[in-house]
């Protein structure tokens, strides 16, 4: 009898619903970076150290931050001023999401 394949889900789609979810519970900009590095790390180990792969994960990472960034700022300038709490927490997730993409420009240039 074969064996059942495991859905597995990848690196990328798992660390963007880990940022995901912190954004989606107001995580400070400073513990969303933080998360970002955290991600990294975990990539770094699981690789064993190889530059090339995680580089390329944490370049998609960017990528997706950067596209998540964007659709941020136009939340932003589309949200109803009036309603106060939308407005603040629209700008709330832009400044995280700009943390995060942050982080990750920070490893991709070092």
């Known amino acids: ?10 690196p990328l789609d798992a660390a963007v619903q880990r940022i995901v979810t912190l954004a989606g519970r107001g995580a400070l900009p400073s513990r969303m970076a933080r998360e970002v590095e955290i991600i990294i790390g975990d990539w770094e180990r699981e690789l ?3 530059v090339e792969p995680v580089q390329e994960r944490v370049q998609a990472l960017h990528e997706a931050l950067v596209a998540g960034v964007s659709d941020a700022e136009e939340q ?5 001023r009036s309603d106060q709490a939308a407005a603040r927490q629209a700008e709330v997730t832009l400044v995280a999401l700009t943390s995060c ?7 991709l240039g070092a």
């Open 48 to 50: 064993g150290g190889e």
């Open 1 to 10: 009898m074969p064996g059942q394949a495991k859905s597995r889900v990848r």
């Open 76 to 80: 932003v300038s589309d949200v109803d």
């Open 101 to 107: 993409r942050d982080a990750a420009a920070r490893w």
